[in-house]
């Protein structure tokens, strides 16, 4: 008897495109591996966003003071985007305690947020149907699902970008000035959290502004202003702040990698990127409906205005887009709608063969499980990761207080996993000059694995691992000091700095 009510009540919701289906298959997808450590893709973006969230709780929650971890012996305000994802997440751990359930639940949260608010922006602009399609797929496709629950603030700017869209065509429709503000308002958070919003949310809305004669009304054209005006103001800060302390992500300046426009130019960056969309974004079958609704509805549309506008992005910022896969998520709130559209005209014209229709959805969402397993949830695991047993080996072994020579690179998963503070060296980095130097600012130990360097990573240089290992163990050491990692069994070192006073 419950059985045949669930399935009456399920039979309803998916008769009628409810969105609740959608939008708890989406929850269920985002909830895997929510107690997971920070460890695997993108581990060290995650690190770096979890360690200033941590370190906001321990210093009052002043929110115009980010810090790292990898600062060493200095205060570790860094030059950063705006933190407001961070300063969330520390408020959350100030309610609850730190834990990162905290920080993906808020993630997830916003995720979710985002399902609804495209379904609502997609039914507006097309029907019911296509955009319970479209939704469907953009809560499965893996790169939407896995970013939706990273310690990232990925998925809070996602939500606010679909959700300024939303309610700009909701004011071009009722022409209700709160619906304008509060879309202006999200527009402008989004572009603080990261300045690429400004153009793959800012193009469409001002190409529909231009398509509806209302550019000059209302006098629109003050929010832009005021969006640019408040992204100055925190840039220029953070900027400030960040030739005053020496740390920074590298967003300005002439020694940042972000903008290297002479990869224009090269082949292999349109080839590499064209491939990483079509299997990681798409799963290639979710291409052919996109290129279907295009082909019908033709390119005057919101959605495919998104898409170019996401793509010049790529060309504004051609590293970081082509590296880091996170960049070409804002795809997916504009072809989405795309596919679903194509999806339901493509279901129409095939309306007697409904079993190709089932292998396709099928294929899709299977697809989506595999990669989202293999390429994502399996990289979480501790046994997958060795710079989990090395944190553990500091974090067993040594003080919370005590400074850490951190030889993984450029990576902070070791140093936030081991809740300690520390420098980021790469092995050529290590001499005896650089060790005693680091010792003289204060570093305790020096810690590492022998089987990577950053979590992603190999360390193979086996010239290099010699070197290293006579640095670091050799045979003069005291037993009165700590040394763990010398042995050939040993994956992961831990050397008490005192003991090389030999140097």
Same mark, same amino acid.
């Given at each position: 008897?419950?059985?045949?009510?669930?399935?009456?009540?399920?039979?309803?919701?998916?008769?009628?495109?409810?969105?609740?289906?959608?939008?708890?298959?989406?929850?269920?997808?985002?909830?895997?591996?929510?107690?997971?450590?920070?460890?695997?893709?993108?581990?060290?973006?995650?690190?770096?966003?979890?360690?200033?969230?941590?370190?906001?709780?321990?210093?009052?929650?002043?929110?115009?003071?980010?810090?790292?971890?990898?600062?060493?012996?200095?205060?570790?305000?860094?030059?950063?985007?705006?933190?407001?994802?961070?300063?969330?997440?520390?408020?959350?751990?100030?309610?609850?305690?730190?834990?990162?359930?905290?920080?993906?639940?808020?993630?997830?949260?916003?995720?979710?947020?985002?399902?609804?608010?495209?379904?609502?922006?997609?039914?507006?602009?097309?029907?019911?149907?296509?955009?319970?399609?479209?939704?469907?797929?953009?809560?499965?496709?893996?790169?939407?699902? %896995?970013? +939706?629950?990273? @310690?990232?603030?990925?998925?809070? !700017?996602? =939500?606010? #970008? /679909?959700? *300024?869209?939303?309610?700009?065509?909701?004011?071009?429709?009722?022409?209700?000035?709160?619906?304008?503000?509060?879309?202006?308002?999200?527009?402008?958070?989004?572009?603080?959290?990261?300045?690429?919003?400004?153009?793959?949310?800012?193009?469409?809305?001002?190409?529909?502004?231009?398509?509806?004669?209302?550019?000059?009304?209302?006098?629109?054209?003050?929010?832009?202003?005021?969006?640019?005006?408040?992204?100055?103001?925190?840039?220029?800060?953070?900027?400030?702040?960040?030739?005053?302390?020496?740390?920074?992500?590298?967003?300005?300046?002439?020694?940042?990698?972000?903008?290297?426009?002479?990869?224009?130019?090269?082949?292999?960056?349109?080839?590499?990127?064209?491939?990483?969309?079509?299997?990681?974004?798409?799963?290639?079958?979710?291409?052919?409906?996109? %290129?279907? +609704?295009?082909? @019908?509805?033709?390119?005057?549309? !919101?959605? =495919?205005? #998104? /898409?170019? *506008?996401?793509?010049?992005?790529?060309?504004?910022?051609?590293?970081?887009?082509?590296?880091?896969?996170?960049?070409?998520?804002?795809?997916?709130?504009?072809?989405?709608?795309?596919?679903?559209?194509?999806?339901?005209?493509?279901?129409?014209?095939?309306?007697?063969?409904?079993?190709?229709?089932?292998?396709?959805?099928?294929?899709?969402?299977?697809?989506?499980?595999?990669?989202?397993?293999?390429?994502?949830?399996?990289?979480?695991?501790?046994?997958?990761?060795?710079?989990?047993?090395?944190?553990?080996?500091?974090?067993?072994?040594?003080?919370?207080?005590?400074?850490?020579?951190?030889?993984?690179?450029?990576?902070?998963?070791?140093?936030?996993?081991?809740?300690?503070?520390?420098?980021?060296?790469?092995?050529?980095?290590?001499?005896?000059?650089?060790?005693?130097?680091?010792?003289?600012?204060?570093?305790?130990?020096?810690?590492?694995?022998?089987?990577?360097?950053?979590?992603?990573?190999?360390?193979?240089?086996?010239?290099?691992?010699?070197?290293?290992?006579?640095?670091?163990?050799?045979?003069?050491?005291?037993?009165?000091?700590?040394?763990?990692?010398?042995?050939?069994?040993?994956?992961?070192?831990?050397?008490?700095?005192?003991?090389?006073?030999?140097?």
């Amino acid at each position: 008897m419950i059985y045949r009510q669930i399935r009456f009540i399920l039979y309803n919701h998916l008769k009628n495109f409810s969105i609740w289906p959608v939008f708890f298959l989406g929850l269920t997808l985002r909830l895997v591996n929510i107690n997971a450590p920070v460890l695997g893709v993108h581990s060290w973006r995650q690190a770096d966003t979890a360690s200033i969230a941590r370190n906001f709780l321990s210093n009052d929650l002043i929110f115009w003071q980010p810090q790292v971890n990898w600062s060493g012996s200095t205060s570790g305000f860094v030059e950063c985007e705006f933190p407001l994802y961070q300063y969330l997440v520390a408020n959350l751990y100030k309610i609850f305690g730190v834990n990162e359930v905290f920080a993906r639940g808020l993630s997830i949260t916003f995720g979710c947020l985002s399902i609804l608010f495209l379904f609502r922006l997609t039914k507006k602009i097309f029907n019911l149907e296509v955009a319970w399609w479209g939704t469907l797929f953009y809560s499965i496709l893996p790169i939407t699902v %896995f970013y +939706s629950r990273t @310690i990232q603030p990925e998925s809070l !700017m996602i =939500f606010l #970008g /679909i959700f *300024s869209l939303e309610r700009w065509i909701t004011f071009i429709n009722t022409k209700n000035i709160k619906t304008l503000l509060l879309s202006w308002l999200s527009f402008t958070l989004a572009v603080l959290i990261k300045v690429l919003p400004l153009f793959w949310i800012g193009i469409p809305i001002l190409i529909s502004a231009y398509q509806r004669d209302l550019i000059f009304k209302y006098k629109l054209y003050i929010f832009p202003i005021l969006t640019i005006l408040a992204c100055f103001i925190w840039y220029s800060y953070s900027y400030e702040m960040g030739q005053s302390t020496g740390l920074t992500f590298g967003l300005w300046g002439s020694d940042t990698d972000r903008y290297s426009w002479l990869t224009l130019l090269e082949f292999r960056f349109y080839l590499d990127l064209l491939i990483r969309i079509l299997f990681r974004n798409f799963l290639l079958l979710g291409f052919f409906p996109i %290129f279907l +609704s295009i082909k @019908i509805i033709g390119t005057n549309n !919101m959605f =495919f205005i #998104g /898409i170019l *506008s996401v793509l010049f992005t790529g060309l504004i910022n051609p590293s970081s887009f082509a590296i880091h896969e996170y960049y070409q998520l804002p795809l997916m709130i504009f072809s989405c709608p795309l596919m679903g559209y194509g999806f339901v005209r493509l279901k129409r014209t095939s309306y007697q063969n409904n079993i190709l229709i089932f292998i396709f959805t099928t294929l899709m969402f299977l697809s989506s499980l595999i990669m989202l397993k293999i390429d994502y949830w399996d990289m979480e695991h501790k046994s997958r990761q060795p710079v989990w047993d090395t944190s553990q080996l500091i974090k067993n072994n040594t003080n919370q207080s005590d400074l850490i020579i951190s030889i993984t690179g450029g990576d902070p998963t070791m140093l936030y996993l081991a809740n300690r503070k520390g420098w980021l060296v790469s092995p050529v980095e290590i001499t005896e000059k650089s060790i005693l130097e680091w010792k003289s600012r204060g570093a305790k130990y020096i810690s590492g694995s022998w089987n990577v360097i950053e979590s992603y990573n190999k360390f193979s240089d086996e010239k290099l691992k010699k070197r290293l290992s006579k640095l670091i163990c050799n045979t003069s050491i005291s037993d009165q000091f700590y040394r763990k990692g010398c042995e050939e069994k040993d994956n992961s070192y831990l050397i008490d700095l005192q003991s090389l006073n030999n140097f």
